[in-house]
Structures are given as structure tokens and as C-alpha cells.
T-cell receptor, first 113, second 113 residues
């Protein structure tokens, strides 16, 4: 019940394509859903996050879509660039203060030029 | 501003040796997390502390692993004795208690031969 399932494991797109990464969860107590971006040799860093009261959030070329009834959320990267090549992790945490993020297994994205 | 500082960045050790990983969280942050990253299992939460108190250590794989946080600015993760299957990247992260964004260090790359 604590798991966050992420797919696909890896993704290759051409420059300008729109990669989509999907995540699913079971714990209905989760109420915060961030995406983290990790470049090789670095720690993950927050990219964008959403709460269940909205169905979509955009920040620049990055969009989260959220489906509360299906308990799924996804990351879309518009007009992808080679610099977006990285590993992306979805995560979730319950609403109680001081709890830890539970991460998906990650998706390695490669954007070819 | 200094981020989360981890040491050592890289360590190669022989099976059976004791390994100590160190972490200095961001000043003012009062939640600290230890995660382990492997290709097979992604980012796994090992343990986290709130206000220096361990809250959830259910992710610690075995008794060979232990973690301490003697004060607000320092934490250690110890593996004794180390085994080859412990080879991974170990990340420390910190956040404000009740805050959702966690900030990762650059990781400690451990290889046990």
C-alpha cells in the first residue's frame, strides 16, 4: 500500500517530442505528488509537484496530470530537449507533517538531438 | 547557501569492513532522510529523523545498518560488516518539518568488493 509504481523504466524520444511518464499509487492517504529530476552524478531535485485538489499543473514545459479516481498521475515534457535527458522519479507522501516521500523506481529519459 | 553535504563522495571497501557515511543537513532543517539508490530498487527510504529523533527505520535492510543523529547538524549511516550487495549510492536529504520539499545531497557512492 505504500508503493508508488512508475513506468516506463526507460524512454527514448527525439528532440521536440513529448515524453510521458506514468505513476500509480494505492494509498488514499497520499496527498502530495512531486516529481524529481536527477542528472548523472547528482542528487534528485524537485521539478514540479501537485496536490489532489487540481487535475493539472504546468510549470514551463513540464505538466503534471492527476487523476484522483484512478489514483494515477503523469509527467509530460513538452518540446523535449537534449538537456532534459535525466532520470525522473515520481513520489508521494501522506498529509501528516513530518512524513517521508515514497519514490517510484525512476524513468531514464534520453532525448536525442 | 550550502546544500546538504555528504561525505565521503566515493568509497571502495572490502567486504567485512565497517563503513560510515556522514551527512550535514541544510541549516535550519529539522527533518533528515537517508535513501539508498540502486538500479534494481530505485530510491529506497532507509530511515528518517524529525528533530533528531528516528521516526521510521523500517527501511533499514538489516541489523548491519544503523543510523544516528546526535545533533541537528550531523547524521551518520553505518554499515558493519559491509557486504558486496550493499554497493549503492546513499543519499542524505533534509527538509523543514512539515515542509514537502526535500533537498538531496550529491550522494555517497559505495562499492564493497
Amino acid at each position: 500500500q505504500q508503493q508508488v509504481k512508475q513506468s516506463p523504466q526507460s524512454l527514448i524520444v527525439q528532440k521536440g517530442g513529448i515524453p510521458i511518464i506514468n505513476c500509480a499509487y494505492e494509498n488514499t492517504a497520499f496527498d502530495y505528488f512531486p516529481w524529481y529530476q536527477q542528472f548523472p552524478g547528482k542528487g534528485p531535485a524537485l521539478l514540479i509537484a501537485i496536490r489532489p485538489d487540481v487535475s493539472e499543473k504546468k510549470e514551463g514545459r513540464f505538466t503534471i496530470s492527476f487523476n484522483k479516481s484512478a489514483k494515477q498521475f503523469s509527467l509530460h515534457i513538452m518540446d523535449s530537449q537534449p538537456g532534459d535527458s535525466a532520470t525522473y522519479f515520481c513520489a508521494a507522501s501522506p498529509e501528516q507533517a513530518g512524513t517521508a516521500l515514497i519514490f517510484g523506481k525512476g524513468t531514464t529519459l534520453s532525448v536525442s538531438s | 547557501d550550502a546544500g546538504v553535504i555528504q561525505s565521503p563522495r566515493h568509497e571502495v571497501t572490502e567486504m567485512g569492513q565497517e563503513v560510515t557515511l556522514r551527512c550535514k543537513p541544510i541549516s535550519g532543517h529539522n527533518s533528515l532522510f537517508w535513501y539508498r539508490q540502486t538500479m534494481m530498487r530505485g530510491l529506497e527510504l532507509l530511515i528518517y529523523f524529525n528533530n533528531n529523533v528516528p521516526i521510521d527505520d523500517s527501511g533499514m535492510p538489516e541489523d548491519r545498518f544503523s543510523a544516528k543523529m546526535p545533533n541537528a547538524s550531523f547524521s551518520t549511516l553505518k554499515i558493519q560488516p559491509s557486504e558486496p550487495r550493499d554497493s549503492a549510492v546513499y543519499f542524505c536529504a533534509s527538509s523543514l518539518f512539515g515542509g514537502n520539499t526535500i533537498y538531496f545531497g550529491e550522494g555517497s557512492w559505495l562499492t564493497v568488493v
